[in-house]
């Protein structure tokens, strides 16, 4: 039987328009490399999930002309061509269809059935495992499901309202910081996350790679995002009251995170003299690189020219050094990455999305550090709430909110942090936060370049900020 389902998966790869997947590849929101073409697609891996229709998980090397190669992972389902979906469908001869088996959810409740089974499945190179985590309860394979709507770089479904579970596309060797970080918090019961249920991951002979996890599913949950863009066109003072909640979750996820120090990939560590120097070299190059390419527009006035000047004020912040404690920490903190429950039984503010930022390697992503990062991403969050209200929902926020809300969170998140994971003494707390707010400034700086000229102003508002204070 299993030599058959493996021929069988083998005669499937063989068929396979390699060149029409990779087109579609091309054209999907999560495909990573937007400027690059692919120029050709080898299988890596697959394993074969269900028979009728057959249903394979494949892994495959993306490569382009420059010799590189980015991995992904493709659930594919091979429907009788006249019950493919057109909306789905990746490609087609006249025998053989074949369709993204997330795009249409029906499809991939055989991921739930192996982790509540605890599966293993053999692959050529190694094997697909997969596993639940006992004390959040079993996972419900059968229950109604939905796709949860467009994201960037991952896909997501919806499983009775109970339980989401989360495909990563772009993978990369080794453990993703969201499953590490779940199995982390949830095992220590820290109750402001959406907690881990299960996941799955690859594990071969060349490399070991995530490829998906599953969390409880909170239907009764408002985005961070969209809850600071309501509140601030219609009850602002309540959305400062929620703040002040957000800085001491904020501080209780640091504490948490620096609770274990036995655990090599969480005990919290000296930060080192090298990664600031790193971080310091990383920045000079940017805004070397992005100043030259300014548009002659009134929208970055306020930094035109003054390159130099950023340059200068971020070495003489960085000379100063950093202090306190490196941790693991969010490393993609903002509104977006939070929910609120309006349940006073429950905690109020969940955070979730723990991969990092996508577009930085996974060593990156894993890589300690302070605390305070997370804290100036979040502000930087604070000053696009505060533009977005305008731009997005036509009600300018109130004269000064920006500084308001920055200074509710950091009182609650001060009063609630462990005083050793920061650096001793304001002074050096403050140019520690200046140097993590701008870096993300230039971040920003450089997407909306790329992206969306008209949210220039800003970062070009940060980043003028940031010069002018002592």
Known sequence: MTERVETETEQ?????????????????????????????????????????PPLLLVLVQARFATGSHDLYQLPLSFPPPDQAKQRTRIASTPDLAVVDAVADPELVRELLHLMNAESTLDAEGGCFRFARVEETGPLLPEAPVRPMGVEQSNSSVVFGEETVLKVFRKLEPGINPELELLHFLTRRDFPSIAPLQGWYEYEGRAYSATLGVAQRFFADAVGGWEL?????????????????????????????????????????????????SLLTATIDEDVERIFVRLPDDERVAGIAGR??????????????????????????????????????????????????????????????????????SMLRSFAYATSAAAIMRGVPAPGAFEERARRTFLEHYFSAIDPSLLPSGEAAVVNLLSIFELEKAIYELQYELDNRPD????????????????
């Open 12 to 52: 499937l790869i063989e068929r396979l328009d390699l060149d029409a997947v990779g087109e579609w590849l091309e054209t999907q929101r999560w495909y990573a490399s937007k400027s690059r073409h692919v120029t050709g697609l080898e299988i890596d891996e697959s394993v074969a999930l269900a028979q009728a």
């Open 455 to 470: 949210w220039l102003p800003i970062p070009v508002a940060g980043i003028a900020r940031l010069l002018e204070s002592e």
């Open 228 to 276: 600071a863009l309501d509140q601030i066109a219609n009850d602002p003072a309540a959305f400062l009251s929620e703040l002040g909640s957000l800085g001491t979750v904020t501080a209780e996820l640091h504490k948490a995170l620096a609770s274990d120090a036995n655990d090599p990939a969480f005990s919290p560590e000296e930060p080192s003299a090298e990664s600031l």
């Open 307 to 376: 390159g130099q000047d950023v340059r200068e004020r971020f070495a003489m912040r960085s000379q100063l050094g950093t202090g306190g404690r490196a941790i693991r920490t969010h490393g993609d903190y903002h509104l977006g990455q939070t929910l609120h429950r309006s349940d006073p039984a429950h905690p109020r503010w969940l955070i979730i999305d723990f991969e990092g930022e996508p577009a930085r390697p996974l060593v990156e992503r894993r890589r300690k550090r302070s605390p305070l990062r997370d804290v100036a």
